[in-house]
């Protein structure tokens, strides 16, 4: 008997994304090995997404991620008309055994709201928990929507209601981790990287006026709100109106007079071997972070690449980091330069060790196999 999954991604970025795409790039690392476990795989995405699956249902031909930040009049319908499709889908058809839910918030509302009968669905959740607090302090699941955690300090933050529907976490994965171990170590460089959204809570506007400070090489590699390059940014600045996003006005203010092409250097959103090279042969990944890291991707495929974490102690780094061996850990941000500076004397091997034993695609499949038998009530396969 064959075990049908809805996955839902949501409708902001194909899967996989091209560059970045926390949540998309986890559901592209998930999939295959959910179809390798003998999981059929109902795809609910956006058109342009190329990832195999066994049927694909987008109501948006492209990604939608440049509504996100726009004001919430305008940007509401989107994610309510995908989660809509999503589910008309679910009703209309009898051969899915399950919804593996991503969306944030609405997802979880529209999924609640459905009749107790309806397919019984995981939701997990990806983001800072101390949000949506009147969704989630009063959420019920009626016995029939179960959540996940991508990290135990995740939901230690979430309300007691929600809490009350946890049946667990699941680290996050990347392919890097696959034979990790086995690879050449690259040549270490001098430089020090930041890999992700530019946006406060990532805190590189920390990271830029430390290597100032201390005098380290400093790569930036993501998006800033919806542009990818440099050569993007620079003609929307020019347009007064562009600081209306927050994270283009946390540039313009605060990240972008440090940026000097020399010290510090943006260098947009890479992705493939370009990205994977200049993780690999930096000194350190710097994560100041600034608020409470549900998931923390950018640990494991730093790991993956034999590069070790400096970063503030926050959500789940403590779970991901072996301080003193994989990386540093600090609670005062005072320490982080020369924490950065001594990153150098910790050995690649060990962290690629540990992302091979503990961040592989399969080991993350097959624990989110286990969950869809909990919520589910039979076994998959």
Same mark, same amino acid.
Request: proline share 8%; charged share 20%.
């Given at each position: 008997?064959?075990?049908?999954? !809805?996955?839902?991604?949501?409708?902001?970025?194909?899967?996989?994304?091209?560059?970045?795409?926390?949540?998309?790039?986890?559901?592209?690392?998930?999939?295959?090995?959910?179809?390798r476990l003998g999981v059929t795989v109902v795809l609910a995405s956006v058109g342009t997404s190329t990832e195999p699956v066994d049927e694909l249902v987008a109501p948006f031909p492209d990604g939608q991620f440049g509504w996100l930040q726009r004001p919430f009049n305008q940007a509401?319908?989107?994610?309510?008309? #995908?989660?809509?499709? +999503? +589910?008309?889908?679910?009703?209309?058809?009898?051969?899915?055994?399950?919804? &593996?839910?991503? +969306?944030?918030?609405?997802?979880?509302?529209?999924?609640?709201?459905?009749?107790? @009968?309806?397919?019984?669905?995981? &939701?997990?959740? #990806?983001?800072d928990l101390a949000k949506h607090?009147?969704?989630?302090?009063?959420?019920?699941?009626?016995?029939?929507?179960?959540?996940?955690?991508?990290?135990?300090?995740?939901?230690?933050?979430?309300?007691?209601a929600l809490r009350a529907h946890a049946i667990g976490h699941v680290y996050l994965a990347t392919p890097l981790a696959v034979d990790a171990e086995t690879r050449p170590i690259a040549d270490r460089a001098e430089h020090v990287v930041m890999l992700g959204r530019i946006t406060p809570g990532k805190g590189q506007d920390l990271g830029v006026r430390l290597a100032h400070e201390a005098g380290f090489d400093l790569v930036l590699a993501g998006p800033v709100g919806p542009y990818k390059q440099p050569e993007d940014l620079a003609a929307a600045l020019r347009d007064p109106a562009a600081s209306t996003n927050p994270d283009v006005r946390f540039w313009r203010e605060k990240v972008g007079p440090y940026v000097d092409g020399n010290r510090v250097r943006w260098v947009g959103t890479l992705t493939g071997a370009a990205r994977d090279n200049?993780?690999?042969?930096?000194?350190?990944?710097?994560?100041? !972070?600034?608020?409470?890291?549900?998931g923390g991707t950018f640990v494991v495929e730093s790991l993956a690449l034999g590069t070790p974490v400096v970063a503030t102690a926050?959500?789940?780094?403590?779970? !991901?980091?072996?301080?003193?061996?994989?990386?540093?850990?600090?609670? @005062?941000?005072?320490?982080?330069?020369?924490?950065?500076?001594?990153?150098?004397?910790?050995?690649?091997a060990e962290c690629r060790h540990e992302a091979a034993r503990r961040?592989?695609?399969?080991?993350?499949a097959k624990r989110y196999v286990a969950l869809y038998e909990e919520v589910a009530g039979r076994p998959v396969g």
């Open positions: 008997m064959t075990f049908t999954v !809805l996955v839902n991604a949501g409708p902001w970025l194909p899967v996989p994304p091209q560059g970045y795409g926390g949540i998309e790039n986890i559901v592209a690392t998930l999939v295959p090995e959910l179809r509401s319908g989107v994610a309510t008309a #995908h989660q809509a499709a +999503v +589910v008309r889908t679910v009703r209309q058809r009898d051969d899915i055994d399950l919804v &593996h839910d991503h +969306v944030e918030a609405i997802g979880l509302a529209m999924l609640a709201a459905m009749e107790p @009968s309806a397919t019984p669905v995981l &939701h997990t959740l #990806h983001w607090p009147e969704l989630y302090g009063a959420f019920d699941g009626g016995g029939r929507i179960s959540v996940n955690g991508v990290s135990a300090a995740q939901l230690r933050r979430a309300p007691r200049l993780v690999a042969e930096a000194r350190a990944m710097l994560a100041p !972070l600034r608020w409470e890291e549900p926050r959500g789940c780094l403590p779970e !991901l980091i072996e301080h003193g061996r994989t990386g540093l850990l600090t609670d @005062s941000e005072d320490e982080l330069a020369d924490l950065v500076l001594a990153a150098g004397k910790l050995d690649p961040f592989t695609p399969a080991a993350m």
